[in-house]
Every structure is written in C-alpha cells, then in structure tokens.
C-alpha cells in the first residue's frame, strides 16, 4: 500500500512471516512512531521510498523514488541467482527484519527465493563487534605482518561459524602452534615415507565428513584432524608405515577442504624461498656441531646449542631419523 508517496508491505498479507526468526507476530506491537507515520502495522516494511533531495532517484506509478533496503537484496539475489536458490548468508543481526522482509517481498512476488539460511556471528575485539563504524577492524594485511597468513586462517576456520570469535595475537599465536603441531606430523611423515610420500593420493575420513555435514561444524572437523595427526604420530614411533601413509593421506585430505593444504602455504614462514635456504643452511651447520659434541659426549656444549637455537626462535626436535627444526613466528 502507498504512504505519503512511499509504499509498504503489508506483513498482515503473508501469513508466514516471522517464520525464519521465531518471531510471535501477536508480540510485534505497533509503535509510536508506526502510529505516526500512519503505518497499518508496526512490522510493514518500506519497498519503496519517495525522492528526497540530493538521491538519486527513478519514475514510478507513485512519484519519484528509490528502493527500499530490502528490495535492493531481493533485486540481486533474484538478477544473479534466479527466483530460487540454495544458500542465503549473512550475519546474525540480519535475521530480523531484513531477512524475514526479503523473504516476505520475495515470495510474495512469486519466488522461492533461499532454500537454506546460515547465518553467521561476529569476530570480536575487547568485547566488541569489529566493525568499521566502531573504528576497532583490523586489516588482514597488518595483522600478517605479525602472524603468518596460514595461521590466522587456521585460527578463523577452527570456530564454528555461528559462534562467537573474540580475536587476540595470544590467540591466534595458540592456534598457530596447533596448526604447527599438524605441520609437524606432515614434514616428519614425508621424511618417514621419503620418495613414497609424493604418491599418496589425499583422503579424508567419514568422521571428518560427518562433521562438516552437520552444520559445517568445523571445530569438531580439526579436532578429527588432530586425532589423526596424534595416531600418526604414535606410527612413527612405531615405524608402521601403513598406517603412516593412511594418515598423512588422510590429513593431506582434510586440510585440503579447509584450504590449508600445505600446497596453497608454500611459504609460510613470512621469508623468502632464498632466505629459507641460508637459513636452513646455518642451522643444519649448528645441527651438525651439536651432533658431534654430543659424540664427544659434550652434552654441556650440545645443549647450549640447543638453547641458543631456542631463544631466537628455532625449535630442534630430535627423531630417529636426525634433527628437526622449526621456526616460530
């Protein structure tokens, strides 16, 4: 119906509205301000908004004017995805109104519209949603200048997607030394299978599966990987090579659907390929003097190695193939 040159939607006439938020239409009472611009109903909605100076504005049978804020969802999702689609997205404050309204004004106009809603909350900082108008977002490129990138993907993909995420360096650097955990049984698995590893075909397990099938939960999904990473890891102890290979297979796979892969992260260690190499050049020297003292049975000497390599950040761990070093970030 028309307004004062607007024209509303009339919730009354779409007996399922309030059906995606759980709202009681009977608890939707009018307000004052409803009353006072002449609404039929505190819920009706604006599809169309009369010109105002300074907008832009185009002709239609009731005045010059623009879309409404709902209208302007509905027109896209239908241009680029057609009256019926799968997945409609957004974030939790966006259930009500503006999603129950597109569904409304969609249908209504003889569309199906979306066949399944996920809605996701919000990244935190101090307590508080990140967001622009707040003045507390963070750029992804700064915040790799401290992390590496794989990190904080690792980080942001272990929640699930409609919980709650207060971000923090502390945090991220926690998830980063979990994900270095699975990074860890990776390079230890190749160097186990040598030439072998680079023929095994990526899987995934029906655990896994399942719990990506259930609502994406993703967090239960990494804690399948690391149980993997913690059965592979009791195989290399024990040298039981099929069941290394089933594992490393197997988290090869699950990283892959989370795009972790160590293919899409060839360099994650915030350097470049050349410095990598003069880097492992240099501490596979001290490797080597700390082996020989520990020969001589020099182990003062050989742990001094060791602790130097540890306070700039080099994490040595001995396997029975030899040492192993990692860099934290």
Known sequence: YELNGDVYFDVKSFTSYGSLSGQRPDEM???????AMGKRDARDFAMWKSVKPGEPSWPTPFGDGRPGWHIECSAMAEKYLGANFDIHGGGLDLIF??????????????????NYWMHNAWVTTAGEKMSKSLGNSLLVAEVVKRIRPVDLRYYLVSVHYRSMLEYSDTSVQEAGQAFRRIEGFLARAAE??????????????????????????????????HDTVRAGNAA???????????AYASVLGML????????????????DGQTTTVIDGLV???????QDARGRKDFEAADAIRKGLDAMGIRIED?????????EH
């Not at 892959?256 to 350097?271: F, N, R």
């Open 29 to 35: 009472v009018s307000s004052a301000d409803s009353e």
């Open 192 to 225: 186990f299978l040598g030439e072998d590893s680079r023929s095994v075909v990526a899987t995934r397990s029906a655990e896994f599966d399942a719990a990506m099938d259930d609502d994406l939960s993703v967090a239960q999904a990494c804690a399948v990987i």
């Open 236 to 246: 290399l102890t024990d040298q039981d090579r099929t069941t290394v290979t089933a």
């Open 319 to 327: 396997t029975p193939q030899g040492a192993r070093w990692t860099l």
């Open 256 to 271: 892959d659907v989370l795009g972790l892969h160590p293919q899409d992260w060839p360099d994650t260690s915030g350097t």
């Open 284 to 290: 596979q020297a001290l490797l080597q003097q700390r």
């Open 97 to 114: 109104p503006h999603h129950e309204n597109e569904i409304a004004q969609s249908q209504a106009a003889g569309g199906g519209f979306a």
